[in-house]
T-cell receptor, first 111, second 114 residues
Framework: NAGVTQTPKFRILKIGQSMTLQCTQD?????MYWYRQDPGMGLKLIYY???????DKGEVPNGYNVSRSTTEDFPLRLELAAPSQTSVYFC??????????FGPGTRLTVL | GENVEQHPSTLSVQEGDSAVIKCTYS??????FPWYKQELGKRPQLIID?????GEKKDQRIAVTLNKTAKHFSLHITETQPEDSAVYFC?????????????FGTGTLLAVQP
């Protein structure tokens, strides 16, 4: 199993541009999550999903959108990128009762 | 909602000493408490976890204790080694609930001096 994979690894955006961060898991987990981690800080939940077609907001959802059309994929969309969205983004997946497994992260810089 | 506080924010120990990191949580319904280790530039990785029906769990040099009454849990690392240097995060969730969302502490930077 590859576990949780994310693309791209790094990205630089200009203010106002949009992009989609990809996340895929091959563990057949129903639950998937997106976090952001600012330098020297903990992880903040952006959005989560408990199954295909079901998504909900986390602690810091503003400026982001998600969709979940399949069990495997949970893309995160940034519309109108702002410098405040400069961060490392982690995707994670889990069963309802077990720990979360994290992807390798995407380092995003907005200039 | 749930709030998790973690202390200390930085911890420096000599190789071979013990290290203790403490977390408190606010929601008495939380029942699952994992600890993650994050090395520089890497993803968080689970090192140990505990559920609310257990008071202590040990895995070689790492142990976690849980006090449900006081709503706090702690990570204990014995015989520390330089490779233990990393940021450690505690978290809490209502595992098995509707979402299994993790609320993270702010992290502890552990430095083990050779």
């Amino acid at each position: 199993n590859a576990g949780v994979t994310q693309t791209p690894k790094f990205r630089i955006l200009k203010i106002g541009q949009s992009m989609t961060l990809q996340c895929t898991q091959d563990m057949n987990h129903n639950y998937m999550y997106w976090y952001r981690q600012d330098p020297g800080m903990g992880l903040k939940l952006i959005y989560y999903s408990v199954g295909a077609g079901i998504t909900d907001k986390g602690e810091v959802p503003n400026g982001y959108n998600v969709s979940r059309s399949t069990t495997e994929d949970f893309p995160l969309r940034l519309e109108l990128a702002a410098p405040s969205q400069t961060s490392v983004y982690f995707c994670a997946s889990s069963t309802p009762w077990d720990t979360q497994y994290f992807g390798p992260g995407t380092r995003l810089t907005v200039l | 909602g749930e709030n998790v506080e973690q202390h200390p924010s930085t911890l420096s120990v000599q190789e071979g000493d013990s290290a203790v990191i403490k977390c408190t949580y606010s929601d008495s319904a939380s029942n699952y408490f994992p600890w993650y280790k994050q090395e520089l530039g890497k993803r968080p990785q689970l090192i140990i976890d505990i559920r609310s029906n257990v008071g202590e769990k040990k895995d070689q040099r790492i142990a976690v204790t849980l006090n449900k009454t006081a709503k706090h849990f702690s990570l204990h690392i014995t015989e520390t080694q330089p490779e233990d240097s990393a940021v450690y995060f505690c978290a809490a969730s209502k595992g098995g609930g509707a979402t299994n969302k993790l609320i993270f502490g702010t992290g502890t930077l552990l430095a083990v001096q050779p």
